[in-house]
């Protein structure tokens, strides 16, 4: 099984910045699939970004409330995930949950190892 810590959460000002990592532990050495999910008070746990390596390249999607504005990357060597997030509003306020597994594919399929705590990003306005 594969065991996900996010951190990087806090509390910053609508415009500010905040990075998320993610790390994964366990079984880990078939991940290929990393992806980043928020879930605001009340609210569904929604996808926010998704990033599929395939050799040396990265295929990278996002939610389109985040385009432009969020970026994932991955150390694969680290079976790391970030999420810089720029331009930060209100309406990103949420907790920010890591995912992880392998896919044959080149679109985050859902969910395939159990969640973390995650990490909670409030955004004043």
């Known amino acids: 099984q594969v065991q996900l810590v996010e951190s990087g959460g806090g509390l910053v000002e609508a415009g500010g910045s905040l990075r998320l990592s993610c790390a994964a532990s366990?079984?880990?050495?078939?991940?290929?699939?990393m992806a980043w999910y928020r879930q605001a008070p009340g609210k569904s746990r929604d996808l926010v970004a998704s990033i599929i390596s395939r050799g040396r390249t990265n295929y990278a999607n996002y939610a389109d409330s985040v385009k432009g504005r969020f970026t994932i990357s991955r150390d694969s060597a680290k079976n790391t995930v970030y999420l810089q997030m720029n331009s930060l509003k209100p309406e990103d306020t949420a907790v920010y949950y890591c995912?992880?597994?392998?896919?044959?594919?080149?679109?985050?399929?859902?969910?395939?190892?159990?969640w973390g705590e995650g990490t909670l990003v409030t955004v004043s306005s």
């Open positions: 366990g079984s880990t050495f078939d991940i290929n699939a």
């Open positions: 995912n992880a597994g392998f896919t044959t594919r080149l679109a985050w399929g859902g969910p395939m190892a159990n």
